[in-house]
DNA sequence: TACCTTCTTGACCAGTAGTCAACAAATGGC
DNA sequence: GCCATTTGTTGACTACTGGTCAAGAAGGTA
């Protein structure tokens, strides 16, 4: 019970455990940041703990805190190297025409999805109130807005492409999301129809704001009667 | 600093604080959810605590554990109770058209998001990884889509049409998240593009799994190229 | 060897979620 | 009016976990 601080040399020996020798702060920032992403894949990253990390690296906690400040922070960097590789993959293809692209992209995305169906659901959705995980998440939509705009081949975009863009990459995502709990309907149906939705919804996008308000093509709204 | 319990008879005159009367079970749940809901308009929902809504009811800590067994059940219930008031507003008009009504629920979405930014931002993406908050969130965008279905007079939704629904939902959150920020384009604007937004992408959504690929309308390619 | 820098440790502390035995306000006979 | 039972309520207590810090070990350098 009575465990004072005891105030030197009582230190037991070197006891050399997995990850536990001397590394260079670099090192053992990334070493940890990947245990943390292996640890993602089962546990929601909001849950990840320190000492959960440090038993897994064979570690002190005390290092973690060391390296990252918060458990918050570490949870950040977990979060951010996880979405690192997402945006790495929709990225390529750099040859084709923007339209090709966009569908190359999208299947990257499902492809995505189907590997790492839990941990992508918790880190789209678990992400909490957090403000640093919150910008991960708007830095994360922020590079898919912007791969978007290279694939279109314009150096800005208006704004009421922008938030259509936006509001396309959250319908690709819970769409996803949600098929791939029972792939209700065939891949590449849900592939084309994300596609050609992109293709659609664009050019009214590129009206708002600019005075005309959706002034091309039809639209009756009689389709949306499924009684007719 | 010695505290011991003391087993017997010291206690305290009443003390009658705040909230701090007698109620019955309802009545009490109900008091302290409430509290709850009015803490969220401040607090990110998965930061509630027990002892916080104890203090505003003026009642120890104990007796929000008495009613709610853990925080998260608290968190949950306070969910829950915000989410009720949203499905609200947006089930309402019944006699107008199914295009109609979709407007309407346009319209009263962005006011509801207009009334509570902070908060429903909070709530919309600051669930956390808590199986119960999924639970609300999951429960919230099903009657959302169930809203819907009614509305396109319809008993049940094909596949296909149901992931469209999700994804289109999706997709006015975040353009509303995200147009609340600084308002770039004029709202009647934004509320038309998502409007016509769901009435083109609705007929496409019905031929997913149903053999026939997009076989509809026209569907350009270079309507994507900026550069055109 | 002595010295310095940098990485690492583990005892400790603080705050908070959750427990529980006891208490008190109503309620219901008698 | 009084006693017994039920049920809402309390607050001291415990357990756990995020975070601190003084001290030490490992390696480099002269």
Redesign the interface.
């Known amino acids: 019970m009575v465990l004072l601080n005891p105030p030197a040399g009582t230190r037991q020996g070197p006891d050399r455990r997995a990850g536990g020798r001397r590394l260079d702060a670099d090192a053992r920032r990334d070493q940890l940041t990947r245990i943390g992403v292996e640890l993602a894949r089962r546990v ?4 990840i703990s320190a000492d959960e990390v440090a038993r897994a690296a064979g570690v002190s906690k005390g290092l973690v805190f060391h390296y990252f400040p918060t458990t918050r922070d570490l949870q950040v960097a977990v979060l951010r190297s996880s979405t690192a590789e997402l945006l790495a993959r929709l990225g390529t293809d750099h040859a084709a ?4 692209r ?1 569908l190359t992209g999208i299947n990257a995305f499902v492809a995505y999805i189907e590997e790492h169906p839990a941990g992508y659901l ?1 880190t789209a ?5 957090d403000p640093g995980s ?1 910008e991960v ?1 708007e830095e994360t939509r922020a590079g898919v807005v912007d791969i978007m705009r290279r694939a ?3 150096p800005e975009l208006p ?2 492409l ?3 863009i ?10 996803v999301l ?2 791939v709990e029972d792939h ?3 891949r ?3 592939v ?3 596609h ?10 590129m ?3 600019a005075g005309t ?2 002034p091309t ?11 007719s």
Do not use: C
């Open positions: 929601p990253p909001d849950q025409a923007p339209s090709d966009l918790a959705r678990g992400i909490g109130s919150m998440f279109l081949g314009t704004a009421g922008r938030i259509a936006r509001g396309w990459i959250a319908m690709v995502e819970e769409s949600h098929w209700p309907v065939p590449d149906q849900l084309a129809f994300l050609r939705a992109a293709l659609d919804l664009m050019p009214q996008a009206a708002m704001g308000l959706v093509g039809p639209a009756d709204p009689a389709v949306f009667d499924l009684r």
